[in-house]
Structures are given as structure tokens and as C-alpha cells.
């Protein structure tokens, strides 16, 4: 049967005061080493798949695994570990887990065209099977390690402020800066092509330098994690959840058992509830992902390809690669510097409405001028003698302007459709947490379409990243319409009720 409201009453150590900054800190300091493994996904591993062999048009498939675990793993480990009862608390065996499982899913990636040919895959052909097995399986295991980590570590430090609600601002603030942190950390060694200097072992015969440099970047990735998980377990107490003594064998089985109803069953009930602005938010959020998508898939890989001119794995699309990875640093500090400025911008255009269908249209702007870009690199390299990989001062220029642009129009998508989400929840009656949850499925809904067709949509306009850049920026157009047209405006005093902080993208 389904546990009924009461029977999920607990009685717990819970903290009756909140607890000190310094342990915020540290919790939130996790948030830097998961972001650096983020970033280092996000700018490396769809190139580097491409040298195992993974045709372009197929490379997208891979990154389902993201919006399928976000939309599974962290509801599931968010609702376990709100009911674990390890005596080592309910938060920590969940971070523990999630770290070893980055640990182990970085092993298999970096190591992934080793073991494929340590176990018969020839190098001298260009699709090694039995690698690009290792490496979607440890792809697959550090996306879904990753939800296991960022919940589990929020949940911690809302239990840290203890309800209070000015060192619950704090959290988040403190966990927003390590995650700007991460980024850049991530970034900074994505784009550093000596890396591999420091660990002569990590080049063999089946590791090229681009492989070496990849395996060197997440050495320190799972160092600074393991580091900083090791003194959040050792220094933040986590008290034991404790089950009401009253409750039965049968009530505790029920309890557990009924985790996947309560979890889902209760999502599936808000959507049926949805009222209209919610439901146009819904609608908009998602066009806008599908802006944002192949951007996050291909950005590297367009740098590589479109702009340095290099087929993958020649010294010129490496040089590209980490060139994109510059520019996403770049990026990441545009994106730290608006989130600032996010609430003083909404007020003077008019409301966050406003705001967000502003930076859309900066967004399309942005997308189309990749065309531009592209084309002025091709004709350098046709009409003007200069070779692949050496794009000249003004293409690097606008190519790295168009990554630090586009951290405006992300900053705002990391927080106003969650502010929104608020304002429309409250103003109805609904329940904050469950219509940000069905939010959620607007974002990772248009990733899983984006993942499955990108490749494929490239593939049939002739190849390369601008199909789906194209398709982006009309996406992106279309949802600044929409979102001047569908959304209702907020009044001034609920927007100023809700406050804006800027999230990040798993």
C-alpha cells in the first residue's frame, strides 16, 4: 500500500540551531570538484569520442544518458536519502557513493582506448569497438554519478541552515561561486594542451596527446573531489535519521517500498493540476532548450572542425578543441559576473518576462553569427593561404566573443524560468517544489529529442555543427516571441518575493 502522510514522520537529531558558516562553506566547496568534471565533460568528451571512432552523426546519442538520469537518478537519490537511515547520516553515504562512482567512471574513460586495445582493438582502424564500449559505459556512470552527488550535497545544506532562512541565501550563494569556480578550474585545464607533461605514462600506443591531456585533466578533477569529499565527511556531522519507534515492520516496508509511487506518483499528479501559466512556461522553457542544446553538445567540436578547420584527431582540431574550451572559460566568468546583475536588469526592463525574452533574442544572434564565423575561417583558409589550425587573429576573436556573449543569456536561463516557476506556483496555490520538478521535465524532455536528432539533422544539411546551430537560433527567436506573448507579466510585489540565483546545467 502507499504510505500515507503520516507514516513518513520521523523523529531525528535534528540541529535546532543552524550551523556554523565554516561548515557550509565546506559542504558547498563540493560543488567546485563536480563542476570540474562538468566542464571538462562538457568541452572534451565529444571530440574525444569522435578519435574512437563514433562518427559526428552519432556522437549526440551519447549525451541521452544526462537528461534521462536527471529526470530518474536525482529524484529517486533526493526522495532516498530525505529517508535513509545509515548511521553515518542521510546525506554522506550518498556523496560518498557519488564520488567513487566519478572515480571509477573517470578510470573508464580515460583509460578507455587502453583497455580497448589491451583487449583487441587494432589502433590503425578508425572505429575501435570495444573503447567506445568502455567509454559509454563510464560516460553513462559519471552522468548519473554526478546526479548522485548535486542533490544529495543541496539537500545537506538546507539541513545545515536548519530553516534559517538568511544562512539558506548564504548556502546557495556559497554553492553558486564554487560552482562558477569548478567551471573555470575545468575549463582553464580543458584548454591547457601540455597537461600531460606533468604524467609521461598517461601517452601510449592507443593514447594520442589529445587522450593523454584528457586523462591528465581528470587526474585532477578526482583528486580535488576526493579531497573535498574526504573533509566533508570528516568534518560535517550528519546526524542519523531515526524511525518513529511506534511504526511497524509493515508501515517501515511500506515506506520503502512505495518510494517509486511517492516519487513519480506525485509529479504525475501536479502535471494533471498544471494551470495555464505553468503550462506556457512549460512550453517556452522548452523551445529555449532547444536554443541551448546543441550549443552545449557541439561548441567545442564546432571550434574544431568549422573554425581551426581540422579533421578529428590532427594536431589542428586539438588545437581547436582547446581553443573552445578557452572560450568556455570565458564564458563561465560572463556568467558568474550577470548572475549579479540578473535582479537590478529584470527591474529595469520591466520584469523578469522582460529580461529573459531580451537575452533569447541575443541568444539567436549569437547562434546565427557561427555562420558568419564559419564562413569568414573557411575563405581565410581557401582564398587567403592560411593553413588549418592557424585561423587568424580576428576569427579567434570572434569566435571566443561569441562564447563570452552567450554567458548572458545562460546566466538568465540558469534562474528566471525557476524564478517564474515560483511566482506562477505561489500565485496559484501550487507547491513550490513539485512545479519545479515538473519544470525540470520541460528541460531535459527537449535535451533527450536534441540528443537523438542532432547528429542525424547535421548529417542531412551536409554535415558539421552549423544544422544545428541554425536550428538553435531559431528555436531561440521563437521562444523570445513566445515568452512576450504567452507568459503572463508577474506583479512587482510577487517578484519581489522570489529570489533570482543562478543554477547550473546537468
Same mark, same amino acid.
Given at each position: 500500500m502507499e504510505p500515507s502522510s503520516s507514516s513518513l514522520q520521523v523523529e531525528t537529531a535534528d540541529r535546532k540551531q543552524p550551523s556554523p558558516l565554516r561548515k557550509m562553506f565546506a559542504v558547498s566547496s563540493?560543488?567546485?570538484?563536480?563542476?570540474?568534471?562538468?566542464?571538462?565533460?562538457?568541452?572534451?568528451?565529444?571530440?574525444?569520442v569522435q578519435t574512437l571512432g563514433v562518427p559526428h552523426a552519432w556522437s549526440s546519442f551519447i549525451w541521452l544518458c544526462g537528461p534521462i538520469s536527471g529526470l530518474v537518478v536525482q529524484p529517486i537519490v533526493g526522495y532516498s536519502s530525505d529517508r535513509c537511515t545509515s548511521r553515518f547520516g542521510r546525506r554522506r553515504p550518498f556523496i560518498m557513493s557519488g564520488a567513487l562512482a566519478v572515480a571509477i567512471s573517470v578510470f573508464l574513460i580515460g583509460y578507455a582506448a587502453d583497455i580497448g586495445h589491451a583487449t583487441g582493438d587494432d589502433i590503425t582502424r578508425k572505429t575501435r569497438p570495444r573503447a567506445v564500449a568502455i567509454f559509454v559505459i563510464g560516460f553513462w556512470i559519471l552522468d548519473v554519478a554526478n546526479n548522485m552527488l548535486q542533490g544529495p550535497c543541496r539537500a545537506f545544506l538546507g539541513d545545515l541552515a536548519a530553516g534559517d532562512q538568511k544562512k539558506t541565501r548564504t548556502a546557495n550563494a =556559497?554553492?553558486?561561486?564554487?560552482?562558477?569556480?569548478? +567551471? #573555470?578550474?575545468?575549463?582553464?585545464?580543458? $584548454?591547457?594542451?601540455?597537461?600531460?607533461?606533468? =604524467?609521461?605514462?598517461?601517452?601510449?600506443?592507443?593514447? +594520442? #596527446?589529445?587522450?593523454?591531456?584528457?586523462? $591528465?585533466c581528470f587526474f585532477f578533477s578526482i583528486l580535488l573531489l576526493l579531497?573535498?569529499?574526504?573533509?566533508?565527511? #570528516?568534518?560535517?556531522?550528519d546526524p542519523q535519521l531515526k524511525l518513529d519507534s511506534s511504526r511497524t515492520n509493515d508501515e517501515t516496508e511500506d515506506m520503502q517500498t512505495g518510494l517509486w509511487y511517492s516519487c513519480f506518483g506525485e509529479l504525475g499528479a501536479a502535471f494533471k493540476g498544471l494551470q495555464k501559466p505553468m503550462l506556457m512556461l512549460m512550453l517556452v522553457t522548452a523551445i529555449n532548450w532547444v536554443a541551448w542544446f546543441p550549443y552545449v553538445l557541439f561548441d567545442t567540436d564546432w571550434m574544431g572542425r568549422e573554425v581551426y578547420g581540422g579533421d578529428v584527431g590532427s594536431p589542428a582540431y586539438d588545437a581547436g578543441v582547446h581553443a573552445g574550451s578557452l572560450g568556455l572559460m570565458l564564458n563561465s566568468i560572463v556568467l558568474a559576473v550577470m548572475s549579479l546583475a540578473v535582479e537590478p536588469l529584470s527591474r529595469l526592463v520591466g520584469g523578469v518576462k522582460w529580461l529573459w525574452a531580451i537575452v533569447n533574442v541575443i541568444l539567436a544572434v549569437g547562434m546565427a553569427m557561427t555562420v558568419v564565423i564559419t564562413n569568414a575561417a573557411r575563405n581565410e583558409r581557401r582564398h587567403d593561404g592560411i593553413m588549418a589550425g592557424h585561423p587568424s587573429t580576428a576569427v579567434k576573436a570572434g569566435a571566443l566573443s561569441f562564447f563570452s556573449v552567450l554567458g548572458i543569456p545562460l546566466a538568465i536561463t540558469f534562474s528566471v524560468p525557476f524564478a517564474l516557476a515560483s511566482i506562477y506556483s505561489s500565485t496559484s496555490g501550487a507547491g513550490q517544489g513539485l512545479s519545479l520538478g515538473v519544470l525540470n521535465v520541460s528541460i531535459v524532455v527537449p535535451q533527450m529529442i536534441v540528443s537523438a536528432i542532432s547528429g542525424q539533422w547535421d548529417k542531412w544539411f551536409g554535415g558539421g555543427n552549423l544544422p544545428a546551430f541554425v536550428l538553435g537560433a531559431v528555436a531561440a527567436g521563437v521562444s523570445a516571441v513566445l515568452a512576450v506573448i504567452l507568459l503572463p507579466t508577474p506583479k512587482p510585489a510577487d517578484e519581489s518575493k522570489t529570489s533570482v540565483t543562478v543554477g547550473s546545467f546537468h
Open positions: 563540493l560543488a567546485a570538484g563536480i563542476q570540474f568534471g562538468w566542464a571538462l565533460q562538457l568541452s572534451l568528451l565529444t571530440p574525444y =556559497f554553492y553558486s561561486f564554487f560552482m562558477a569556480i569548478g +567551471n #573555470v578550474l575545468g575549463y582553464a585545464a580543458g $584548454s591547457y594542451d601540455k597537461l600531460h607533461r606533468l =604524467f609521461p605514462f598517461t601517452e601510449t600506443k592507443a593514447c +594520442n #596527446v589529445f587522450c593523454a591531456n584528457l586523462k $591528465s579531497v573535498l569529499c574526504i573533509i566533508v565527511l #570528516v568534518c560535517v556531522e
